[in-house]
């Protein structure tokens, strides 16, 4: 496969309450994290889980910056163990805002 093969063309995906980030390069992570969060507001979750993996935290890091920095993100934490544990961030979001 080459890479002429890849079209520009942006990838729609589902905005559900969730989202797994490990099929994005690390270079796209704050943008997709940004527009998920803005159509994840818009369609009124109250809370949702980001998906970043364990690994060295580079990508955990990253997520909870833009959380941190996006007006109606209420508050944000590591997953429950059996939802991903620290491999993932619940982020609450403020439905009103």
Do not use: C
Request: proline content about 3%; overall charge negative; aromatic content about 8%.
């Amino acid at each position: 496969m080459d890479v002429d093969d890849f079209s520009d063309e942006p990838v729609e995906i589902e905005i559900t309450d969730s989202i797994d980030l490990h099929s994005f390069h690390p270079s796209e992570i704050r943008d997709v994290v940004e527009v998920y969060l803005a159509e994840a507001h818009k369609k009124g979750f109250a809370i949702v889980r980001i998906i970043h993996g364990k690994g060295v935290g580079v990508q955990r890091e990253i997520v909870r910056k833009v959380l941190s920095e996006t007006d109606f993100v209420e508050s944000f934490k590591n997953a429950p163990e059996f939802s991903g544990s620290w491999g993932a961030t619940i982020a609450k979001l403020n439905i009103n805002n």
